[in-house]
């Protein structure tokens, strides 16, 4: 079949439905609910209203309005490069188009089955001996597929000027220990076992084998689990760095024999490795001695047949979403293919893809007033540093001297990652994913031992998020983020400073979180902090994780202070930063001061953070969100950082009939 005729074949039903321009809209605001008793729905009642959840999404916001967006964007760009024929042979444009095709290509896939597979699923049983274990991990890591532990190559947090390879756990296939281990997951973990067993007998397996076969993954993964830390303490960056010699790794490592690995992997002339968790190290040798060579071999089996699911044919993906999206999240139907497959593409190659979107989405003013916004944010910031009362003089002026070597940077890489040589095929999707992410490790691993590339981007251009960088002391906003509704060039400032100067500010403020203030102006994890001023900061986090742990989000259910102590600060010294700089900004500029839509600046600016953070969310991907997400709900964000605010109340005074105040107000920066 020539390929114009089979792109004519795989062309989706419904591409041509573009979605809804999100935007920030006056006529979201609910009237009749007063600000002071409910900031969230008076903010956004209407949108709310107005904007049921899709049956193809457990949540539905702001930023799932822009990723839908997004991803119309970026799938009527592959539909181009598939619709035509392009050289040379490995131009961009035509490997993003057989990449498309090949995704597509539902009937060929169905043909397929478990085919794709098989090879990987060979090297499993043709082990001889436990012995070869470490060899099939160094080999399923290659291939982007989790077994054990996660290996990952991320600059040295005590030299953060090199690269260095961390292991840390993993190996489970539910999201934390605690779906293994707490009683209120015991029913999902039922789900679970079932789903294991459903895989199995799918692939191949008779229905008392693939029983037997989903009993031995839950009590390996079971095992593993009670090994592993929970998610709040994987935030304390010190108790997570575990620096370890290579010639002494072998001993660290016991059974897993980690010389073997590394050497599968061309590291083994590395001087050191960082390792995350001991103790789950330590755990899985003793794991490695308690099972047999052929209960291994299931578990590994699991982990390819587990990880290929969404890419194979309709069974096993529909198995992978009836468990993973629909039960764990609560989403009730599959997105349309096509939309699936734009977001595959853009995990596996994101910057080829971002390359294009930029070109087409991205323009120069926008670019022009982030950077303005910027300037603007910062100079807060350095004043509040300079004038904070609770910190002494000499952690104040190494403060000061770590932010004066901050860097933004705006929208898309200065270099892009090259991708031709992986070989991209219309015949072969899977192997297009395996590939792929073959090439990605390869790319990652390469850099270990070597110095950082400070100009590496860790998310792609389409992107609708953000990111601060520890150890670059930098922050991130890819293109993708950039667009209404979070920025919106055609709106007045204060919409812009409180959606995009609030998460700017945010991201600025993760330099001196409970985390990020760890870290000294080189981007090294190293104690800097006076003991006294180290007191003072806690002092003042330990009233943020009070309230937040106050807030019940189901009966029975409260946010986690302490998970998501780095976000709620953040968060609240964002609004703070980003609220004073749009007052200096109208001091500077009067002519912008201007009521719109009978709103002044100061409530334009507060609904521009809280419509930002409009959404709504299942239960199931809410109780989700609480046992694993560093992160408020999305609620929780919009309503407790402006409400805290000093100023809040009296913005809002004239369309409010309360006179107390509810909530404590907490300023760290």
């Known amino acids: ?244 010699e290579l010639g002494n790794a072998e ?26 968790q001991p103790e789950f190290i330590a755990s899985i040798s003793d794991l490695l001695n308690q099972y047999s060579l052929d209960e291994w071999k299931v578990y590994l089996r699991w982990k390819i047949i587990h990880f290929a699911s969404p ?93 004066s070597r901050f860097r933004a940077k705006i929208g898309y890489p200065s270099k892009y990652i090259d991708y031709s040589p992986i070989k991209i095929s219309r015949e072969d999707f899977f192997g297009n994913v395996l590939r792929s992410r073959q090439f990605e490790f390869g790319r990652r691993a390469s850099m270990a031992g070597k110095e950082v590339d400070r100009e590496l981007w860790y998310m792609t251009p389409p992107t609708v998020n953000a990111y601060f960088s520890p150890t670059d002391n930098e922050i991130v906003f890819p293109a993708g983020i950039l667009q209404p509704p979070f920025f919106d060039p055609d709106l007045d400032d204060a919409v812009n400073y409180g959606a995009t100067g609030g998460t700017i500010a945010h991201e600025i403020s993760h330099g001196f979180d409970d985390e990020g203030r760890k870290f000294d102006l080189n981007g090294n994890l190293k104690v800097w902090w006076t003991e006294e001023d180290n007191q003072a900061f806690m002092k003042k986090a330990k009233d943020v994780v009070e309230l937040y742990s106050s807030l019940t989000v189901l009966p029975g259910l409260n946010v986690n202070g302490e998970l998501t102590l780095g976000e709620n600060i953040a968060d609240l010294g964002g609004v703070s930063i980003a609220f004073e700089a749009l007052q200096r900004r109208l001091k500077k500029f009067p002519e912008k001061r201007k009521t719109i839509d009978g709103l002044t600046p100061e409530q334009r600016f507060f609904l521009g953070w809280a419509q930002s953070w409009r959404e709504s969310v299942r239960e199931m991907a809410l109780k989700y ?10 609620r929780i964000r919009a309503e407790i950082p402006a409400r805290v605010h000093e100023g809040f109340e009296e913005t809002f005074s004239n369309l409010t009939k309360k006179n107390e105040q509810q909530f404590k107000k907490i300023k760290i920066w």
Not at 69 to 78: A, E, P, T, Y
């Open 311 to 403: 890419f194979l044919h309709e069974e096993a993906e529909k198995e992978n979403f009836d468990f993973f999206q629909k039960k764990l999240l609560g989403q009730n139907q599959m997105e349309s293919r096509w939309k699936r497959v734009v977001m595959i593409i853009d995990g596996t190659m994101g910057e080829a893809l971002g390359k294009m979107y930029v070109e087409q989405e991205f323009g120069s003013e926008s670019e022009k007033r982030m950077k303005d916004m910027i300037e603007d944010l910062k100079e807060v910031f350095t004043e509040r540093l300079e004038n904070l009362s609770w910190m002494g003089e000499e952690t104040k002026n190494k403060a000061i001297e770590k932010f």
């Open 625 to 634: 969100q609480i046992s694993n997400d560093v992160h408020s709900p999305a």
């Open 1 to 244: 079949m020539e390929k114009r005729d089979l792109f004519e074949t795989i062309r989706p039903i419904g591409m041509d439905e573009e979605p809804e321009k999100p935007v920030f809209s006056a006529s979201y605001i609910d009237h009749s609910v007063d600000p002071l008793d409910d900031f969230f729905m008076y903010s956004c009642g209407k949108w709310v209203q107005s904007h049921p959840i899709p049956e193809d999404k457990f949540l539905w916001g702001a930023s799932m309005e822009l990723i839908e967006r997004n991803v119309f964007v970026l799938g009527k760009i592959l539909e181009r490069c598939a619709e035509k024929s392009f050289e040379p042979e490995n131009s961009i444009e035509k490997q993003l188009g057989d990449y498309y095709i090949s995704a597509m290509d539902k009937e060929n896939i169905e043909k397929l089955g478990f085919k794709p597979i098989s090879g990987m699923l060979a090297k499993v049983d043709g082990m001889k001996e436990k012995g070869e274990i470490p060899h099939l991990i160094a080999y399923l890591h290659q291939s982007g597929i989790e077994a054990f532990f996660r290996f990952e190559v991320e600059p040295d947090l005590k030299s953060s000027g090199f690269n260095a390879v961390y292991i840390n756990q993993g190996g489970l296939a539910l999201p934390n220990r605690d779906y293994y281990l707490e009683e209120n997951f015991k029913e999902l973990r039922a789900d679970y076992l079932k789903h294991v067993e459903n895989l199995f007998r799918l692939q191949g397996e008779d229905e008392a084998q693939a029983e037997s076969y989903a009993k031995i993954i839950m009590e390996m993964e079971t095992g593993m689990a009670k090994a592993s830390r929970k998610p709040v303490e994987l935030r304390d960056p010190e108790k997570n760095y575990n620096k370890i």
């Open 251 to 276: 001993e660290s490592f016991g059974n897993l024999k980690v010389r073997r690995y590394l050497q599968d992997l061309n590291m083994d002339a590395l001087d050191y490795i960082i390792v995350g």
